[in-house]
Structure formats: C-alpha cells, structure tokens
C-alpha cells in the first residue's frame, strides 16, 4: 500500500493552486542495490545473496554503458532507460564572420554567439513500460492515509481520530481519484517525461 500525506499550498502564494490541499506520497525508505539483493535471497531463490548483488551491480553498469553509446534498454514490465539531450538554440549552423560551425559536443553559448556546441546538456530518462505504465499501475494500486492525515482529516470534521482508525486506508484508486498526486507532484517517474525544449528532448531522471 501506498500512504498519503496532505500538503497545503501557501496561501499567500500568487499560484491559483495558492491555499489548496494535495495528496503526497509519502516514501518510507530508499533501497539501494545491496537492499534489493537481499530482498530477492529471501524469495526462496537457489542464489545467494552475495551472487545477486554482483549481477546487479553489473547489470547496472552495463546499462550504463549502452545508455552512453547510444543504444536504448528496456527492462520488461519496469521500464525503458535511454540518454536524452537539451539542445542549444542555434541561429545558423555556419558563421563566417567567426568561422565557426556547430560543433557535436557538450556546452553553452555565448552571448551573441550564432553557433557552437549542440548539446546544453544530458540527462537520463526512464520511460515506464509493461506493468509499470500509468494505466497499468491504477488498476493495482491501493492507497491510504500516514497517521498524520488521519488525525488532520479527523479535526476537519471534528472528530477524534482514535474513533475512526481505519478511516481513509486501502481505498482502492480509481482513473479519476484525487487521493494520487494530482496537481503538481513533481518526479512522476512513471509516465512519458519526453518533451521538446530548445530543440532537444527534455526529461529524465
């Protein structure tokens, strides 16, 4: 299950979400590789998990090392990792009066540079596919309410959170729930990040 917790806007905020409510996704803990590998040993796997913890950490620079030369890599049922670019805003791809020509490379212009490096910068995204694509994930997923947003909904309504424990948990979510993180939560990692800025993919992790 995934808890909730609530967040207001600032009121004195000139956003038109200023003074809002929004459902947060409040995150227990973060497992590094090592966590996961112990995790899978106990699944009743023929593996140690010292074993399991190599091929990750192999796995992981591998994915790595095709990312860099260019090459996508889709993990079945989790996700599609690929390197995308923020591009600069060329105004020509030749500037006799400098001589100089856009160049493959990594960098910024200068002020009343027409041309030079193509890329602003680099970034990874990671595109959700198979079981974990957004469609997918709401027909599974089940949220509940952190403690605290039991007690805050409970003095909303004037009542004492102790005589309403289960209140708000393991709701099942629908298409249009407004317990998900609607309304600016950034970092969704599971949709299609991918946008056009200065003439480059923009997104990622």
Request: hydrophobic share 35%; net charge negative.
């Amino acid at each position: 299950m995934i808890e909730l917790y609530l967040s207001k806007v600032n009121e004195t905020s000139e956003s038109e979400i200023a003074g809002k409510t929004y459902a947060r996704v409040d995150y227990k803990q973060t497992l590094e590789i090592s966590d996961m590998a112990r995790h899978m040993a106990e699944h009743n796997t023929a593996f140690s998990e010292g074993l399991i913890l190599g091929v990750l950490t192999d796995f992981v620079k591998c994915v790595r090392e095709q990312v860099l030369n260019g090459n996508t890599v889709k993990i079945k049922n989790l996700a599609i990792f690929k390197a995308t670019v923020e591009a600069n805003g060329l105004e020509v791809l030749y500037d006799a009066a400098t001589d100089k020509a856009v160049t493959a490379t990594l960098g910024t212009l200068a002020e009343g540079q027409k041309t030079g490096p193509a890329v602003k910068t680099i970034k990874l995204l990671a595109q959700s596919t198979g079981d974990f694509t957004r469609e997918e994930l709401k027909k599974v997923v089940k949220f509940g309410w952190t403690d605290k947003a039991k007690d805050e909904i409970a003095a909303a309504k004037g009542e004492n959170a102790s005589e309403n424990p289960n209140q708000g948990s393991g709701s099942q979510s629908q298409a249009g729930n407004t317990g998900g993180n609607t309304g600016g939560n950034s970092g969704n990692t599971g949709g299609n990040t991918g946008g056009t800025t200065g003439g480059g993919e923009e997104g990622g992790m």
